[in-house]
């Protein structure tokens, strides 16, 4: 499977996320969580952590009645805000600050 296949994959696995577990009120919200997930997917990739997909994740929420799905996504995320490709050149996160 290419990188390109396996990405198309899991952007369609988050778009069935949203909408089987996803409360969210406007569109904005939704593409706010896609670009975490892909700054989180780029980040995994550069680091090659092949261990960490959303599949492996969401197999994890949809077995385990307490597992912390939310804790899991916001660690990779806040680890993917150091990556120099989310920073400005002044530094700063391409991000929100009040991204949690």
């Given at each position: 499977?290419?990188?390109?296949?396996?990405?198309?994959?899991?952007?369609?696995?988050?778009?069935?996320?949203?909408?089987?577990?996803?409360?969210?009120?406007?569109?904005?919200?939704?593409?706010?969580?896609?670009?975490?997930?892909l700054?989180?997917?780029?980040?995994?990739?550069?680091?090659d952590?092949?261990?960490?997909?959303?599949?492996?994740?969401?197999?994890?929420?949809?077995?385990?009645?307490?597992?912390?799905?939310?804790?899991?996504?916001?660690?990779?995320?806040?680890?993917?805000?150091?990556n120099?490709?989310?920073?400005?050149?002044?530094?700063?996160?391409i991000?929100?600050?009040?991204w949690?």
């Amino acid at each position: 499977m290419t990188a390109l296949t396996a990405f198309y994959q899991q952007l369609d696995e988050i778009r069935e996320a949203f909408h089987k577990y996803g409360h969210f009120n406007d569109s904005n919200s939704k593409l706010d969580e896609l670009s975490k997930f892909l700054a989180i997917y780029i980040d995994v990739l550069q680091k090659d952590k092949k261990a960490i997909t959303l599949h492996k994740i969401l197999d994890n929420y949809k077995k385990e009645k307490n597992f912390p799905l939310v804790e899991i996504l916001k660690g990779l995320f806040k680890e993917a805000l150091n990556n120099s490709l989310f920073k400005l050149s002044n530094n700063k996160s391409i991000f929100s600050e009040s991204w949690d």
